[in-house]
């Protein structure tokens, strides 16, 4: 069946056939990734995007190296296996330096009988140049997440400033693959004007590229925004999005990214039902996760960290899930 037809298959046939393909390509274990905003100082104007550096409402933060390592050492002792280190985008040697540092010393330092390869290291800090990816690369970091948003050329210059580039952004995920990353990549869902054939092509996309793990959620205005007048992608939509890519692309990893739990208190749940085998539970510092407001309604804001972890593998084993403690979980994809 093709992509676009998937998409609009009852929604019901469509959940019991991606957990079908689920469960024989990569099992049904979930795994964790730590997910540290450790700053949201950022160069980028995106129209959507609650931290585009335009937005003077926001305070900007960049967590010490110290406050890093420590959250880094505290999801090894829980047994996240994971940790993806998320920013805003940023191209100075310092910041460069920086990164390169924290993926070092965290590596080194969640070394332990229970994580003999410390704990994998995932980046998500934008579009980079080739010598920075492998700086990273070479420091220990061995994913990356990049985003490209939509593949449909218009929209993405809709929804971007004329100095972010869709070319650019392809070339970037090359560039990755090249280093030797283990490659994400997602779209927005439901963004204003967007078709069920451009999600289509977008899933295409993925498989051109060969990605490894997908992390995509549906979009969500956020006030401070040129794009704040819109309305939220939905929750069926996201889901279907989800079903749709694990059906295509049966071994690869996928987020049940925290957007989906803004417009539905049970969002990410309902995504591992439909195909999604990866969660990353906020650990960034509750004092600074105000300051990471993509969009409205970011849920998790006031839950201390041990809290929503606890709740979180409650209602995961309560779905006969069980969590890959310790393991990196990586893309069976990948190592295919
Ligand atoms: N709604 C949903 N997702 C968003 N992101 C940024 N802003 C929004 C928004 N308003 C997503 C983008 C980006 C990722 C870090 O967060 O896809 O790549």
């Known amino acids: 069946m093709d992509t676009l037809s998937l998409l609009r298959t009852d929604i019901e046939k469509l959940r019991k056939k991606s957990y079908a393909v689920m469960k024989k390509a990569v099992g049904e274990k979930v795994y964790y990734r730590g997910l540290l905003e450790f700053s949201n100082i950022c160069r980028r104007d995106c129209n959507y995007c609650g931290i585009r550096k335009s937005n003077s409402n926001v305070k900007r933060f960049e967590l010490s190296k110290e406050e890093i390592v420590n959250i880094a050492s505290w999801c090894a002792g829980e047994g996240y296996g994971s940790l993806m280190l998320q920013s805003g985008e940023r191209e100075s040697r310092d910041f460069v330096s920086f990164v390169e540092d924290i993926v070092r010393t965290t590596k080194e330092k969640t070394v332990s009988e229970k994580l003999p390869r410390g ?18 690369f070479n420091a220990g970091a061995h994913r990356y997440l990049l985003r490209i948003e939509t593949t449909n050329p218009e929209l993405f210059n809709k929804i971007h400033p004329s100095s972010v ?172």
């Open 165 to 336: 580039s869709l070319q650019k952004r392809k070339a970037c995920l090359v560039d990755l693959k090249e280093v030797g990353y283990q490659v994400g990549t997602g779209v927005m869902i439901g963004l204003p004007g967007q078709s069920e054939e451009d999600l289509a092509e977008d899933i295409e996309f993925f498989k051109e590229y060969d990605i490894d793990m997908i992390g995509m959620g549906p979009y969500i205005p956020h006030k401070d925004t040129p794009m704040r007048d819109n309305r939220s992608g939905s929750i069926e939509l996201s889901l279907k999005m989800v079903a749709a890519v694990r059906i295509a692309m049966k071994n690869i990893n996928i987020a049940a990214a925290t957007a989906l739990q803004a417009i539905d208190p049970i969002g990410r749940e309902k995504a591992l039902a439909f195909g999604a085998n990866i969660i990353m539970p906020l650990v960034t510092p509750a004092e600074v996760r105000k300051h990471y407001q993509l969009y409205d309604g970011r849920p998790c804001i006031n839950e201390q960290t041990a809290d929503s972890k606890l709740s979180l593998s409650e209602r995961i084993r309560s779905m006969g899930r069980e969590i890959g403690f310790n393991e990196w979980g990586d893309s069976r994809h990948w190592r295919c």
């Open 119 to 136: 704990l994998g290291i995932s980046l998500s800090c934008g579009e980079q140049s080739k010598e920075t990816y492998r700086t990273w």
